[in-house]
């Protein structure tokens, strides 16, 4: 009984907060567009019983699905977002993964306070970040100013309202998401496999990639899962710093539903994105559940 009452809780917080959201959003996908309050008009009415359930069979069409199709807008909309997603994912990687070897090798009365240098930026508002990054990336920013003064430019480079600026807005955003996992595994890893590596004829090079690399494979495979799936259907980030010029599916998302108020595919698009995520999500989880084994 208590195993099932446990089991029971995460249940039914993904049951309210996931699965009967979906639902709602999958009914909505399938209705017709409407000019009222709300602007569609459902094909399924839970009320109607079995009755109401044939009827909705019989007149399903995915006509909401189907126009995504038709559209090039959509179908570069989600290329766009995988390659902004990919390769902010890949330059995080790239970023984080010495800064969580350097706090993993610190001496570890300073790992405390490197960890939570990382954590700080939570502190203050999301919002208040990502325009903090509009003052220093515009023309007349902070660091145009510090450039031109250093003498490296001649005139003001335009940064803003491109997909640099989306870049360095994401990788700056989610890098905490990519150096705690990966600092968590080499956190754990035992510094005798690298003595004797080097004591076989290693160098410190090749012990690196032979020892530190494989066996923090699941904290990098954990990061880049933390980072590219929060990064693929990103709103805020694009239309800040990336202004109209940026194309990524949150921002298509948020104009069908606010702009055209054309909900049924504005819904349509949200579940082609969640099954385009089901793939990594499915992925990560594995990833965690051989990870757990390992350590069982």
């Given at each position: 009984m208590r195993r099932a009452v446990l089991i029971a809780v995460p249940f039914a917080w993904?049951?309210?907060?996931?699965?009967?959201?979906?639902?709602?959003?999958?009914?909505?996908?399938?209705s017709d567009v409407a000019l009222a309050r709300p602007p569609y008009l459902p094909q399924l009415d839970f009320g109607a019983g079995l009755d109401g359930l044939r009827e909705f069979i019989a007149?399903?069409?995915?006509?909401?699905?189907?126009?995504?199709?038709?559209?090039?807008?959509?179908?570069?909309?989600?290329?766009?977002?995988?390659?902004?997603?990919g390769l902010s994912t890949a330059m995080t990687l790239l970023v984080g993964y010495p800064i969580a070897y350097g706090m993993a090798r610190a001496a570890p009365e300073w790992r405390p306070t490197l960890l939570m240098l990382v954590i700080l930026p939570f502190w203050t508002s999301f919002l208040i970040r990502v325009y903090s990054w509009m003052g220093i990336l515009s023309t007349e920013g902070l660091l145009n100013q510090f450039l031109?003064?250093?003498?490296?430019?001649?005139e003001p480079l335009t940064i803003l309202n491109t997909n640099t600026?989306?870049?360095?807005?994401?990788v700056y955003t989610y890098l905490p998401f990519m150096i705690l996992p990966i600092y968590s595994a080499l956190e754990r890893m035992?510094?005798?496999?690298?003595?004797?590596?080097?004591?076989?004829?290693?160098?410190?090079m090749q012990a690196f990639w032979l020892i530190t690399v494989p066996l923090s494979k699941n904290g990098i495979v954990?990061?880049?899962?933390?980072?590219?799936?929060?990064?693929?259907?990103?709103?805020?980030?694009?239309?800040?710093?990336?202004?109209?010029?940026?194309?990524?599916?949150?921002?298509?998302?948020?104009?069908?539903?606010?702009?055209?108020r054309d909900w049924p595919v504005a819904s349509a698009v949200a579940i082609v994105l969640l099954l385009?995520?089901?793939?990594?999500?499915?992925?990560?989880?594995?990833?965690?559940?051989?990870?757990?084994?390992?350590e069982g």
């Open positions: 993904l049951l309210a907060l996931f699965l009967v959201p979906f639902l709602i959003v999958l009914k909505i996908s399938l007149a399903l069409d995915f006509e909401n699905f189907w126009f995504l199709t038709t559209d090039d807008l959509y179908w570069k909309a989600y290329l766009s977002s995988l390659q902004i997603a031109l003064w250093l003498g490296v430019i001649g600026a989306v870049y360095i807005g994401i035992d510094d005798s496999l690298l003595e004797a590596a080097e004591d076989l004829g290693c160098s410190r954990a990061g880049c899962f933390l980072v590219f799936i929060p990064a693929i259907g990103e709103f805020v980030i694009p239309s800040l710093l990336g202004g109209s010029g940026t194309l990524m599916i949150g921002k298509v998302l948020w104009e069908e539903f606010f702009s055209n385009i995520l089901i793939l990594p999500i499915v992925l990560f989880q594995r990833n965690e559940q051989k990870a757990r084994e390992a």
